[in-house]
């Protein structure tokens, strides 16, 4: 008898079940204050949520231990703490933002006229304009916006301090207009898009490996007070290691409505968040405000994105811009690194070790590599181009 409780005890530490979730177990994990002194980087806190001035973070970043240290107060953030961030000002001159407002509104006005695009995991039909993809899109749409949009450092220091480098970068545009409903609560991706039948399947241990194979962020393409129906969040929810089951219980979802919290944002901020945090867009309540925001989903170099990306075509379309913005020097060498960051493929594998083998070191040069040396070196666009094409026939099997 007592090896079958044994059993049956491993049995329940390894296979978590929505059967088992329990409300006041959670209510133990999300009913915390968050204590500034905690985090000596924020400026502010407001209804549980840090609020960092982005100038003042990127200024105490001054040397190598320094920016250690903001990377590891973001990462605990992210992973103990509130499990989201607003960045104020992340963009201190909005006009990146604004020219990329103008490439995506014109992506949805053809979208619109051709009956594509669209749809939401977590949202009716109909209740927002969604572009898919839009990190490529704007790349190849308008490259020098890209390189000037994702050179930001804000951007940069968040997904480094939650994923290390090598991150990947994917994005969608959602515009959400008066009048649309709010999203049902939820986490995300990875485990966040599977029915509660393939999570269980999972053992506890990758419930727990999920959260940190991504990163969620959003940039504000225009204010959002709250009758506009920003985020609404759960903080400290991360930390539930059951919650991607417990969402599906009546119990939770009915918590969430009761204590979700919702801050008003300004264009040009920036707010980061644990996937595996609680969270539904809110619903727009007001008559003329179109709640623009560009979502970001990092992944980290050892996961898999969920949106497929041309990374090739996205290199060689930037590679001419940044040639030029670095030549006229309107954007640094920080900023391309970053831009670079978003764009290309920073990780070796998969690849074809006979054909592309790790000669001088432990893994072949990345996408993002050759393009740093591309840089360095002056290299045509031609060359350059004929650089990427090769590396990508040496990968195949």
């Known amino acids: 008898m007592k090896t079958d409780n044994k059993a049956r005890q491993r049995i329940d530490r390894v296979w978590l079940t929505e059967e088992a979730c329990d409300l006041e177990a959670f209510r133990a994990e999300v009913e915390r204050q968050t204590s500034l ?52 000002r992340a963009f201190a001159d909005t006009t990146a933002i604004d020219v990329a407002s103008g490439v995506f509104d014109a992506i949805i006005e053809e979208q619109h006229r051709s009956n594509s695009g669209g749809g939401d995991h977590f949202a009716k039909p109909g209740a927002n304009d969604r572009i898919w993809n839009s990190l490529e899109k704007h790349c190849l749409n308008a490259p020098e916006n890209f390189a000037s949009y994702y050179g930001n450092a804000v951007i940069a220091l968040v997904s480094e301090a939650w994923l290390g480098p090598n991150y990947q970068m994917t994005a969608q545009v959602n515009r959400v207009n008066p009048g649309g409903a709010a999203q049902s609560a939820h986490r995300d991706y990875h485990l966040g898009f599977q029915t509660a039948a393939v999570i269980e399947q999972y053992p506890a241990h990758v419930h727990r490996l999920s959260p940190v194979l991504t990163l969620q962020g959003a940039v504000a ?95 060689a379309t930037l590679y001419p811009a940044l040639r030029a913005l670095l030549a006229g020097g309107t954007l640094t060498q920080a900023e391309a690194a970053n831009a670079i960051s978003s764009c290309a493929e920073g990780y070796s594998f998969p690849t074809n070790l006979d054909r592309d083998p790790p000669l001088g070191g432990l893994a072949p040069k990345t996408q993002a590599q050759l393009m740093r040396e591309a840089l360095t070196a002056g290299t045509g666009e031609q060359e350059f181009l004929s650089v990427l094409e090769a590396q990508a026939k040496r990968k195949l099997s």
């Open 221 to 315: 393409h225009r204010d959002m007070p709250l009758e506009s129906g920003p985020t609404l969040f759960l903080p400290y929810s991360q930390t539930y290691v059951p919650g991607y089951l417990a969402l599906n219980r009546p119990e939770f979802r009915a918590y969430f409505d009761a204590h979700h919290v919702q801050l008003p944002l300004e264009k040009g901020d920036v707010v980061f968040f644990n996937p595996a945090l609680f969270h539904a867009a809110g619903t727009n309540r007001s008559r003329d405000i179109r709640r623009v925001a560009n979502l970001l989903q990092v992944s980290s170099a050892f996961g898999r994105a969920m949106e497929t990306v041309d990374r090739l075509t996205m290199s």
């Open 37 to 88: 002194s905690d985090y000596p980087h924020a400026s502010g806190c407001e209804k549980n949520i840090l609020i960092y001035d982005s100038a003042a973070l990127i200024a105490a970043c001054g040397d190598a231990e320094a920016r250690r240290s903001v990377l590891a107060e973001i990462c605990e953030v992210l992973a103990t703490g509130p499990g989201v961030a607003v960045f104020k």
